[in-house]
């Protein structure tokens, strides 16, 4: 899932120890239970950086396509940048009567996620599931130039950075290949 091009970025905590994951799974399994769950409610939480006009250029794409903000605009100009995209998602039970009740785009209570294995929804053949998401904007301190430093960090990172690496190397080794056979070709001649 990808938001302004920021993966979902999911936390959790186990064993004392905070861990960060992109993406999130669709359903688990508890050890104590033989009983399939499925994550039915996803709550978001964009990360937004406000900016002041002062120096910055803008780029608008609207119905008219690509403009450009003028230089006297500039200076009041202010908005707000996506600078982080978290996902927190669980498995709500809900009651399937008042759920059907309700239209696709009707506004609901804010869930709260359970803990507890019986207030989950379990995976059964004749029951109908709901599936929920609620978005909350968040105001935060990171800038735009910083934001991709979460997904630098995690476990794992190292394999971004060899996606890098790779991503440089490659071209220049593909470069290498036509010149090496276009180039004796122009010396015969």
Not at 64 to 73: A, C, N, P, R, T
Not at 119 to 131: A, C, D, L, V, W
Not at 159 to 168: D, E, G, K, T, Y
Request: contains cysteine.
């Amino acid at each position: 899932m990808i938001l302004d091009n920021l993966p979902a970025m999911r936390f959790a905590k186990q064993h004392g120890v905070n861990i960060r994951w992109t993406g999130f799974p669709v359903g688990y399994m508890f050890p104590q239970s033989n009983d399939d769950y499925i994550i039915n409610h996803v709550k978001f939480i964009v990360l937004v950086h406000e900016y002041e006009g002062i120096g910055v250029e803008i780029l608008g794409t609207g119905e008219e396509g690509m403009s450009v903000i003028s230089d006297s605009d500039k200076k009041k100009a202010s908005g707000f940048e996506i600078v982080g995209f978290e996902v927190y998602p669980c498995s709500v039970k809900f009651n399937s009567g008042v759920m059907s009740k309700h239209s696709m785009y009707d506004n609901l209570t804010p869930v709260s996620c359970p803990t507890e294995i019986e207030k989950s929804q379990i995976i059964r053949e004749p029951e109908r599931g709901s599936f929920t998401h609620e978005v909350e904007f968040v105001k935060n301190n990171i800038k735009w130039p910083s934001r991709w430093d979460a997904y630098l960090k995690m476990e794992g990172a190292r394999a971004h950075w060899f996606s890098i690496l790779n991503s440089s190397i490659m071209p220049t080794a593909h470069n290498r290949y036509p010149s090496h056979y276009i180039l004796p070709s122009f010396q015969t001649r």
